[in-house]
Structure formats: structure tokens, C-alpha cells
């Protein structure tokens, strides 16, 4: 049985028609990675637009908790960034501080927070979280220190096994970032990653967090839309 989209274009008719398989199959995917995260102790969420992860995320976090986060994209597209301003919330800004000492300061504050908020890099089906950071600060975070870490994540990062979440991370998050924070490495020119030890690495630190030693600290929520590098 055919279906009429009268007033619509072709590439609108097939975007509309494949539209609900394309929700369907995330959802499926989404119920099999929860499943997993499950068995490693983190807790797993799927909100099927922004607008509904956003608010999935402020309710996690009681009025007055104080809240700091790692560099993301994925916090920004989604509008996480913008609804933290509003919130009833401690913002601890890693930015703010503009002094050395004032940014060792606000480290250590964020270190002993309420929640941490940040992406991840790729995230396997399996339910192991794969990061790779240049300071090392956001992975420091995730492994130890604030009593929640909230990771948000678009259902493009999801891969099939740890060893394509670091070629993933290498060669497609990598040389856009590098290019966004104005870095000299090989990626950002050639767009492949090139090994590299420069003094502009982005990749120092690789960390595979494949259990949450404390129950339920890691929170991932999973969002239908392709968010974030």
C-alpha cells in the first residue's frame, strides 16, 4: 500500500517515509546499549530529541547541585550550555577564572562536584566508553572525583568495539576539533590522524571506561540525532 505526501518534494517524501525506521532502529539500538551499561554498573537513558534530553538532564540534578563540565560540542548543539544558565544550579565555569591560580582553584572545585557533565568520544555497543583528551582533565574527571558524571551523547558516536572508537576518535573527531581550537597537528591539514607528538597534541590520553566501580556515578544519555565530532 503506497502512502501520498501530496505538496512535498521527492527528497522530502523519502526523508519523511524513512524518517520513522531511522527512530525505530535507534530505539532498538538504544534499548541493547542500555542493557549493557547496565551490566557495568552506569545507568542509560534515551531521549529521542535534544529539546527532551535537556530536560532528562536538569532533573537528574537537585536544585543547588553544583555542576561543572569538560569541553563538548555535544553539550552546546544539544542546548545543555544555554539551559545551565537558567537552572537552579552551583555553575562551577572551568573558564572563568582568569588567573593561573584562579583556574588551579576551579579544578580542584570541579573535582569535588555535585555532577560533571560531558560527551564521549565513541561509546561501543558493548558499553565501554572510549575518550581520548590533550590536558586530560575531562578524562581525570570521569575516572575519579565528582560524585556524578552525566556523559551526553548523540547516537552517532556509537561504534562496534573499542578498537573502532579509537580509529573513530583519530581519524573523524580529531581533525575537526583540531581545526576548531586553531591546533598545528598533521590532522588538522590532511584530515587523518598522523601519529603525531607536537607540542598541539590532541592525543595525549586515552582512557576505555569499561565499569563504573561506584554503582550508578556514570549516567549516559543517549540522544537520536547526530551530535557533536
Known amino acids: 500500500m503506497s502512502v501520498r505526501l501530496p ?29 549493557n551499561l547496565e551490566k557495568r554498573q552506569m545507568e542509560g537513558y534515551y531521549c529521542e530529541t535534544s529539546e527532551e534530553a535537556v ?9 543547588g547541585s553544583s555542576v561543572g563540565w569538560g569541553g563538548s560540542e555535544t553539550l552546546t548543539e544539544c542546548g ?22 584562579g583556574q588551579k582553584k576551579r579544578y580542584a572545585e570541579i573535582f569535588g562536584a555535585d555532577f560533571f557533565l560531558m ?9 565501554e566508553l572510549v575518550n581520548i583528551d590533550s590536558r586530560g582533565n575531562r578524562v581525570s574527571y570521569l575516572c575519579y572525583g565528582p560524585e556524578n558524571v552525566v ?16 580509529r573513530r576518535i583519530h581519524d573523524i573527531a580529531a581533525p575537526p576539533n583540531a ?8 590532522c588538522a591539514v590532511t584530515g587523518r590522524c598522523g601519529n603525531c607528538l607536537t607540542p598541539d ?15 550508578g556515578r556514570i549516567k549516559v544519555v ?3 540525532e547526530t551530535l557533536g565530532y
Open 80 to 101: 545543555l550550555m544555554d539551559a545551565l544558565k537558567k537552572a537552579d544550579l552551583t555553575i562551577l565555569d572551568r573558564k572563568g577564572p582568569t588567573t593561573e591560580e
Open 201 to 215: 597534541c590532541l592525543c595525549s590520553q586515552t582512557v576505555v571506561t569499561r565499569f563504573s566501580y561506584v554503582p
Open 55 to 63: 530536560k532528562l538532564v536538569l532533573s537528574l540534578m537537585p536544585a
Open 7 to 35: 505538496g512535498r518534494t521527492l527528497t522530502e517524501r523519502k526523508w519523511i517515509m524513512g524518517a520513522e525506521p531511522v527512530k525505530q532502529y535507534y530505539r532498538n539500538v538504544a534499548d541493547t546499549l542500555i542493557s
Open 119 to 127: 560527551g564521549t568520544n565513541a561509546i561501543t555497543l558493548d558499553g
Open 151 to 166: 556523559i551526553v551523547t548523540g547516537m552517532n558516536k556509537i561504534v562496534s568495539d573499542v578498537e573502532s572508537g579509537i
Open 222 to 224: 543517549l540522544i537520536g
Open 179 to 186: 581545526v576548531r581550537l586553531n591546533r598545528k597537528t598533521p
